[in-house]
């Protein structure tokens, strides 16, 4: 069964750092397309990151060179490392994983973890 | 970076009714277009992708179309577990970008 389970969620100090872990099962993290979704409270979802293949990476404007995506193959972990936190990165995080491709959507998706960014 | 639009923004129907969501890029995406469904307090779960192709265990009442680029998810007669919130998300480029969200509630 294809599991993700995201931890590390908390509330921090704006200006802060935070790294979100995303334990995967049922499928090799290094065969999938692997993407970080955000949600702010009462708002609409937002694409925020993905890994895949050989570790290529892209990211949101929104948090381009503020937040590194990475994967542990050996853990068969995703990782979210967020610096410079501000109040608007406020959100419930996902994990997610397309298969065969991330033109073919993200079929499983993590239970989220609330990070909550305080001024 | 591809700006996606939706309408309406909210829908109220009934059960049995007929729905239509509309989703717009701001340029072409080929057939790259996915449809989700989030009910209050979930994670999303993926219904369609390639503009058309319904995701494996999703009712067959679920379809998408695509008309340059206008896409559109269509219920054919919805039903109680349908009032949910939609997004539409393209996938031909990254960074890759959801629409605002249909909300569809109860008549």
């Known amino acids: 069964e294809v599991q993700l389970v995201e931890s590390g969620g908390g509330l921090i100090q704006s200006g802060g750092s935070l790294r979100l872990s995303c334990a995967a099962s049922?499928?090799?993290?290094?065969?999938?397309?692997l993407t970080w979704v955000r949600q702010a409270p009462g708002k609409g979802l937002e694409w925020v990151s993905v890994i895949y293949g050989g570790g290529r990476t892209y990211y949101a404007d929104s948090v381009k060179g503020r937040f590194t995506i990475s994967r542990d193959n050996s853990k068969n972990t995703l990782y979210l490392q967020m610096s410079s936190l501000r109040a608007d990165d406020t959100a419930v995080y996902y994990c997610?994983?397309?298969?065969?491709?991330?033109?073919?959507?993200?079929?499983?998706w993590g239970q989220g973890t609330t990070v909550t960014v305080s001024s | 970076d591809i700006q996606m639009t939706q309408s309406p923004s909210s829908v109220s129907a009934s059960v049995g009714d007929r729905v239509t969501i509309t989703c717009r890029a701001s340029q072409d995406i080929s057939s790259w277009l996915v449809w989700y469904q989030q009910k209050p307090g979930k994670a999303p779960k993926l219904l369609i992708y390639?503009?058309?192709s319904l995701q494996s265990g999703v009712p067959s009442r679920f379809s998408g179309s695509r008309s340059g680029t206008d896409f559109t998810l269509t219920i054919s007669s919805l039903q109680p577990e349908d009032f949910a919130t939609y997004y539409c998300q393209q996938a031909n480029s990254f960074p890759f970008t959801f629409g605002p969200g249909t909300k569809v509630d109860i008549k």
């Open positions: 049922g499928f090799p993290v290094i065969s999938n397309y």
């Open positions: 390639a503009a058309s």
């Open positions: 997610t994983r397309s298969q065969g491709g991330a033109g073919y959507g993200m079929d499983a």
